[in-house]
């Protein structure tokens, strides 16, 4: 069974940064594409990023492009979402995931609980 336990969420003033981390378990984690979704109060939750198995390709939404970094360390079992320029629209909960599909991109099924983060403006 996948364990995703996503952290470094935060209050932070619109303009600033914040690096959220995932780390992982229970799947062979170097061999799937990973990625961070959002999913602010009342709306459905979104793609934000994905990296590759290897790192080698990312995909970006169009809303974060220029201003977020997906990465991540297959040694660590461990994805990472720098996120620079922060907007008041991004505060949302944060959750990581392994993809099923690339194009376009589907998670599994399993969740952790996700990481809040909240800019004011």
């Known amino acids: 069974q996948v364990q995703l336990v996503e952290s470094g969420g935060g209050l932070v003033q619109a303009g600033g940064s914040l690096r959220l981390s995932c780390s992982t378990s229970?799947?062979?984690?170097?061999?799937?594409?990973m990625a961070w979704f959002r999913q602010a109060p009342g709306k459905e939750r979104e793609f934000v990023a994905a990296i590759s198995w290897n790192g080698g390709s990312t995909n970006y939404a169009d809303s974060v492009k220029g201003r977020f970094t997906i990465s991540r360390d297959n040694a660590k079992r461990t994805v990472y979402l720098q996120m620079n320029s922060l907007k008041p629209e991004d505060t949302a909960v944060y959750y990581c995931n392994a993809m099923r599909n690339w194009n376009p991109p589907l998670p599994l099924d399993c969740w952790g609980q996700g990481t809040q983060v909240t800019v004011s403006s």
């Open positions: 229970g799947h062979t984690f170097s061999t799937y594409a």
